[in-house]
T-cell receptor, first 112, second 109 residues
Framework: DADVTQTPRNRITKTGKRIMLECSQTKGHDRMYWYRQDPGLGLRLIYYSFDVKDINKGEISDGYSVSRQAQAKFSLSLESAIPNQTALYFC???????????FGEGSRLTVL | GQQVMQIPQYQHVQEGEDFTTYCNSSTTLSNIQWYKQRPGGHPVFLIQLVKSGEVKKQKRLTFQFGEAKKNSSLHITATQTTDVGTYFCAGGSNYKLTFGKGTLLTVNP
């Protein structure tokens, strides 16, 4: 089983719908991240969390919200999806000793 | 905010040729990491550089961190078809990383 699991892997939705992307991890890391990937734009940080009570905005947090339900779970929500939120979304954890990011397989979201 | 610029955006090589991607930051970095993303896959960690002027090798891959800790490079010697993918640098702190836009490498067999 993957150490970082994202669900759903693919989702097609309509403008205005509420969408939740879920992430769970078995690595025991406190630090979790949500990134968005668009072709030619690399990976951009949406939100990050250092523990259940700590949530921080990244560079592109507008239109998104997150919830850290437990150390192992970090979900990303789009309250009212719009077409320019069509992208590939990655959840990641970070090893506190090595600094390495461990990515999930990604969630591809299409907003029509 | 911190910006990390990476060039080139694309690179196509013949198998056996060398490849280099460069990364530059607008600010001094505490560390820099490199990731590889295969087509259809997720980014996978390659290495982290921390010290000024540091050079590390992994088989055919050589990573460098500049003396001023504001730039870095990844060099692949004698590329193989298994090297295809997008290579990202990521700079920052122990709190968060800022990724470059990546270099897509394609290799013609």
């Amino acid at each position: 089983d993957a150490d970082v699991t994202q669900t759903p892997r693919n989702r097609i939705t309509k403008t205005g719908k509420r969408i939740m992307l879920e992430c769970s991890q078995t690595k025991g890391h406190d630090r979790m991240y949500w990134y968005r990937q668009d072709p030619g734009l690399g990976l951009r940080l949406i939100y990050y969390s250092f523990d259940v009570k700590d949530i921080n905005k990244g560079e592109i947090s507008d239109g998104y919200s997150v919830s850290r339900q437990a150390q192992a779970k970090f979900s990303l929500s789009l309250e009212s999806a719009i077409p320019n939120q069509t992208a590939l979304y990655f959840c990641a954890t970070r090893d506190p000793n090595t600094g390495e990011l461990f990515f999930g397989e990604g969630s591809r979201l299409t907003v029509l | 905010g911190q910006q990390v610029m990476q060039i080139p955006q694309y690179q196509h090589v013949q198998e056996g040729e060398d490849f280099t991607t460069y990364c530059n930051s607008s600010t001094t970095l505490s560390n820099i990491q490199w990731y590889k993303q295969r087509p259809g896959g997720h980014p996978v960690f390659l290495i982290q550089l921390v010290k000024s002027g540091e050079v590390k090798k992994q088989k055919r891959l050589t990573f460098q961190f500049g003396e001023a800790k504001k730039n870095s490079s990844l060099h692949i010697t004698a590329t193989q078809t298994t090297d295809v993918g997008t290579y990202f640098c990521a700079g920052g702190s122990n709190y968060k990383l800022t990724f470059g836009k990546g270099t897509l490498l394609t290799v013609n067999p």
